[in-house]
């Protein structure tokens, strides 16, 4: 400072030979910076977590150090453990005990107990006692830094005003974190609710899986058996033949020995003998001598009769088994009331059942999606009602938000026609502001027709082959088929609703 280099040596020597200087003097003079360091090797000692002085000190791999305790309640609900000032990736492994930063600590409090703890904070620029707080720089100051060029034109307050208004903030602040913290234990629930609901429903899919290809093998099975039953009937049909061929071969054979036999009988005969036996043996011998009967054709296996496009013919049987649906109801999406059956292709309004949340699902109404979803092409299916009188069907769009919206009809992105259970059980209506109304028979069967490209969406009674209504819209996105299944007054037994399934048929075309 200019005053302390203008006093004379000699002067100066025999103040610092006197003792150690006043904590005036000694702000008059340049060995200030004694204090801010001290504060600023404290500070080092904090774990940056907790901020208190390190408690089992760990280094992580990265370099930064920690509270043991402190890093390890960091890592228990993250699924990545990482450095939590770096993020670099870590584990529990990478921990190694600090000694020197343990022992550091322990000197430290050892230190200030003995001077019964800290003493009054001083200000980092003049290293006087700390009364006021800078509200722009955020530290600590004293008197004199009022008139210090560092904190021009700041605005300093007392520190006991200030630390009020700021813990006045910080309890909002922490009534805020406690609010989300209940938050994200919420969804924290949910997820573990999803986590036991997709352990639940993969051992029970496992014994679907298990149960249909058990069909499908039951089926390869019987149709096995079936065909090794007509091969080996077929093979014991022709070996009974052939056996029959051998064994009038056989007799055949044996007979024309004979005759053998009884020629070398008869040319040892006189003369008179052996002609007077001429034409008798003449006759005899036309009628054993004639040629045998050549192999008739098919007598060995048909072997393309059972190779031949084998697994194509099985799988052609196989059809008559198997049902195929343009698409499934997807129970993902089904509301609490509903119930979907175990091949996915009708669903039933019955009593409400808590079920997983998830922001797929209808809350508010017992609604389902088809599991496909269309955005260009034509598409068609059927709807079968089973006795329903009050539902809905159409298409609708994903919702823009977490959740569905409340209101269902063409300007929240839900098209489709529905019947109302009651009076007006006989007038059809359609979800449009129009309020469009149809009075139909009693519809069994809907047909639905939805040609993307050309913006149309159209209803059909399937039995009657007639028109219901058309929608002409631009969809403009993907849009996935949607059901409405009204609960019945209490004495009706519940209606399923069901999707018809398709006729498929084989077309077999020219070579590749």
Request: hydrophobic share 35%; proline share 6%.
């Amino acid at each position: 400072m200019p005053g302390a280099s203008s006093r004379p040596l000699p002067r100066r020597c025999k103040r610092c030979l006197r003792g150690p200087p006043s904590r005036a003097t000694t702000m008059e003079t340049k060995a200030a910076p004694a204090a801010p360091s001290s504060s600023t090797f404290k500070e080092e000692l904090l774990c940056p977590i907790c901020y208190d002085p390190f408690r089992e000190a760990v280094t992580l791999c990265c370099g930064h150090n920690f509270c043991k305790g402190c890093v390890r309640r960091s890592w228990e609900h993250q699924h990545r453990q990482a450095c939590p000032v770096c993020k670099e990736v870590s584990s529990l492994e990478d921990l190694r005990v600090n000694h020197t930063l343990n022992n550091l600590v322990e000197v430290l409090l050892r230190e200030e107990s003995r001077k019964g703890g800290p003493g009054p904070a001083l200000c980092p620029l003049h290293g006087q006692e700390a009364k006021l707080f800078c509200q722009e720089d955020k530290e600590l100051a004293c008197l004199a830094c009022q008139r210090a060029k560092q904190h021009e034109g700041h605005k300093l307050r007392p520190v006991a005003e200030t630390a009020k208004d700021y813990r006045a903030k910080w309890r909002n602040m922490e009534n805020s974190l406690r609010d989300k913290a209940k938050d994200f234990g919420m969804v924290r629930r949910s997820y573990e609710s999803i986590s036991k609901h997709n352990q639940a429903e993969v051992a029970r899919l496992e014994d679907e899986i298990r149960k249909e290809f058990e069909k499908l093998h039951e089926f390869l099975r019987g149709e096995e058996k079936a065909m090794l039953a007509e091969l080996h009937g077929e093979a014991r049909d022709k070996q009974s033949l052939i056996e029959s061929k051998i064994k009038k071969l056989s007799e055949e054979t044996s007979a024309l020995l004979h005759e053998v036999n009884q020629l070398q009988a008869d040319l040892k005969e006189d003369d008179l003998s052996f002609l007077t036996k001429h034409k008798t043996r003449k006759r005899r011998i036309a009628c054993t001598a004639e040629e045998p009967d050549a192999i008739p054709p098919g007598m060995l296996v048909d072997i393309p009769k059972f190779l031949g496009s084998l697994q194509y013919r099985v799988w052609k049987k196989m059809l008559d088994s198997i049902t195929v649906v343009p698409f499934s109801f997807d129970p993902n999406s089904a509301a609490g009331w509903l119930s979907v059956s175990s091949n996915l292709t009708s669903v039933t309004n019955g009593s409400y059942k808590l079920l997983v949340d998830n922001p797929e699902r209808f809350s508010s109404a017992p609604c389902i999606l088809g599991s496909r979803g269309f955005s260009k092409g034509s598409h068609t299916w059927e709807v079968d009602l089973g006795g329903l009188v009050n539902w809905r069907v159409g298409v609708a769009k994903e919702p823009s938000g977490r959740r569905w919206n409340f209101h269902h009809d063409a300007r929240s992105g839900f098209w489709y026609i529905y019947r109302l259970q009651g009076a007006e059980s006989k007038m059809c209506r359609v979800s449009n502001s129009a309020r469009s109304e149809m009075a139909v028979r009693d519809l069994k069967r809907i047909r639905v027709e939805l040609d993307c490209d050309e913006g149309e969406l159209s209803f059909y009674d399937a039995d009657q082959k007639s028109h219901i209504y058309t929608f002409h819209e631009q969809f403009n996105g993907e849009v996935f088929p949607y059901f409405y299944i009204g609960s019945l007054t209490p004495d009706t037994p519940p209606g399923s609703l069901r999707i018809c399934p398709l006729h498929v048929q084989i077309k077999e075309d020219l070579p590749l």
